[in-house]
C-alpha cells in the first residue's frame, strides 16, 4: 500500500508499488539501501532502476527522504534524474530512477586500456558542472563523491556523457559546522579524514581521487594519508610520477596539475567547481 507519494498526496492507495514494475534484479546494495534494475510495465517496460530504503522511525524517514526530495528539484544532464518516489505502510522508501546500462566508471577502472585524455576532460567538466549547481544554487554538499556513484549516461567512442548519483549523504553546508564524518575512507579529503569543518570543495579533493583512480587504475593509496602522511611536496611528486607514468607520458601537464590542484590538503587553497571551469582547459 502507498501511503505517500512525489505528487503531494498524503492519501492511502491500495495500489501495491512493486505492481508497477517486473523483471527485478538486485544490482547494489548500499549504506541507505538497495537498488534493483526493474522494468517499468507501465512506461512500456522501460528499464528503470529502483532505490529501496527501509525506515525505522520518522526520524530516519525525515532523513531518507531528503536524497528523493533533492534529487526531485533537480534538472541538470548531469545529475541523476528522480522520476517518481513513494512510501509504503510496510516503511518501505521507493525512489524510482532512470537506468543507465553501461554502468558507472568503475568500468573505466577495470580495463587494462587507456583512458583517454579527451574522455578525462569531458568527465570532468560534466562532473564540476553537476558541483557548481549542487554546491552554488542547492548549497549541498554530497559527500561521497566517487566512481560508483558517476554513472554512464553515453560512452561512443570518445565521447562520454555521465550523471552524479547517491545523495544520501548529502547535507546542507550549514549543516557540515558539526564535522560529521562521513563518506568513504579512499576517497575522503583529509579535512573530513581529520575530523575538522568541511565546505563544498570536499567534494572536489574526492572528485580529484577519482580522476586519479581512472588515470593511474591505481585503486589502493589513500591520497589524504599519503598527504597527511608524508611532506606534502614530497606527496605532490609521487602523484606527479604517477600520473605522468600511467600513460607514457600521454597526459598533458594542464591535465595534471588541475588534480593536483583538486588533491589540494589545505582546502583553503582548493579551487571550487566555478573557479575550475573558469580554465582554459576546457573552454
Given amino acids: ?68 526530495s533533492q534529487l526531485s528539484h533537480i534538472n541538470h544532464p548531469n545529475i541523476i534524474k528522480v522520476n517518481d518516489y513513494f512510501i509504503t505502510n510496510d516503511n518501505l522508501l521507493i525512489i524510482d530512477m532512470d537506468y ?13 586500456e587507456v583512458v583517454s585524455e579527451k574522455l578525462l576532460k569531458q568527465i570532468l567538466k560534466q562532473m564540476l558542472s553537476a558541483l557548481k549547481l549542487v554546491h552554488e544554487e542547492m548549497h549541498i554538499i554530497h559527500r561521497d563523491i566517487k566512481p560508483t556513484n558517476i554513472f554512464i549516461k553515453k560512452l561512443e567512442s570518445e565521447k562520454i556523457e555521465i550523471v552524479l548519483a547517491d545523495f544520501g549523504l548529502a547535507k546542507k553546508f550549514q549543516e557540515s559546522k558539526g564535522q560529521s564524518y562521513a563518506g568513504t575512507p579512499l576517497y575522503m579529503s583529509p579535512e573530513i579524514a581529520l575530523g575538522s569543518s568541511y565546505s563544498f570543495n570536499t567534494d572536489i579533493f574526492s572528485l580529484g581521487v577519482s580522476i586519479y583512480q581512472i588515470m593511474t587504475k591505481d585503486k589502493e593509496t589513500s591520497i589524504s594519508n599519503l598527504l597527511m602522511g608524508i611532506q606534502s611536496q614530497n606527496a605532490i611528486n609521487i602523484l606527479t610520477k604517477q600520473m605522468k607514468q600511467s600513460n607514457d607520458n600521454e597526459y598533458s601537464n594542464d591535465l595534471i596539475e588541475i588534480v593536483l590542484q583538486m588533491l589540494e590538503k589545505d582546502s583553503k587553497q582548493r579551487p571550487n567547481a566555478s573557479q575550475l571551469l573558469s580554465l582554459n582547459y576546457f573552454k
Fill in 1 to 68: 500500500m502507498i501511503i505517500s507519494s512525489s505528487n503531494g498526496s498524503s492519501s492511502s492507495s491500495e495500489e501495491n508499488p512493486f505492481s508497477r514494475y517486473s523483471n527485478i534484479v538486485r544490482i547494489g546494495q548500499g549504506a541507505f539501501g538497495s537498488v534493483f534494475k526493474v522494468s517499468d510495465i507501465k512506461h512500456g517496460n522501460k528499464l528503470k532502476a529502483i532505490k529501496l530504503i527501509r525506515f525505522e522511525s520518522f526520524t530516519d524517514l525525515n532523513t531518507i527522504m531528503k536524497e528523493a
Fill in 100 to 112: 543507465y546500462e553501461c554502468g558507472d566508471l568503475t568500468n573505466l577502472l577495470k580495463h587494462d
